[in-house]
């Protein structure tokens, strides 16, 4: 894999930064010296290639946004089973099918970014494509096929936390969002106090 090291260095601050972290914050998290941190950040050395992954998962992003490699052709870049990327996209559609809560986050950077978390099922059933410019997301409830019309509960495995799905999209973009509830949710929609749309998905009352 190919990568541009000046590139490297820019993104590599950028990321810790927008975090809150300072040099010495992002040595202890991966265990080395801070001095190598600032060295990555100048240009002068880079990480061994077997570190990007443990990168990629502090930060939160594909692979591909450290290495600063080009796209594929379709555009979109799937790095773990809850994270996918597709800046080439021109519309958005979700597909809303379990109960979780659904954030379009304002972020220039990482235009196309979707990550997921939540309860394992959650995540398995979790699903990103790009089709014919279109983001896809997909959440879907295990129990229920999209041709149902019924939520049902199901085990969580113990987890008693929020599904969430952050979309980020850049502000300065005129994106068409079409959101489609296929079972018998009960859904808001609306900004959050950070002024962001904001889509929560509840069981039918």
């Known amino acids: 894999m190919q990568y541009d090291l000046q590139k490297f260095c820019i993104i590599i601050s950028e990321l810790r930064k927008q975090k809150g972290w300072s040099q010495n914050m992002l040595a202890e998290k991966i265990g080395i010296s801070p001095q190598s941190v600032s060295k ?22 594909p692979i591909g946004v450290l290495f600063g490699e080009k796209k594929t052709e379709i555009g979109a870049v799937r790095t773990k ?7 080439d996209y021109k519309r958005i559609y979700v597909e809303l099918g379990n109960v979780c809560r659904v954030v379009f986050v304002e972020d220039k950077e990482q235009d196309g970014l979707v990550v997921a978390m ?12 790009l089709e014919d410019g279109e983001l896809r997301v997909v959440l879907k409830n295990p129990l229920t096929s999209v041709s149902g019309t019924h939520w049902e509960p199901y085990d969580r495995g113990g987890y008693d936390g929020e599904n969430l799905v952050e979309i980020h999209v850049d502000p300065d973009r005129d994106i068409c969002k079409y959101i489609v509830n296929y079972l018998d949710l009960t859904v808001y929609s609306g900004e959050n106090v950070f002024g962001q749309d904001e889509i929560l998905c509840c069981p039918p009352k």
């Open 118 to 129: 939540g309860d394992p099922v959650f995540l398995q059933y979790f699903d990103a494509a």
């Open 40 to 61: 990555w950040e100048c240009g002068i050395g880079y990480p061994d290639v077997t570190m990007f992954p443990t990168l990629a998962e502090i930060f939160s992003v």
């Open 81 to 87: 089973g809850n994270t996918f990327y597709a800046p």
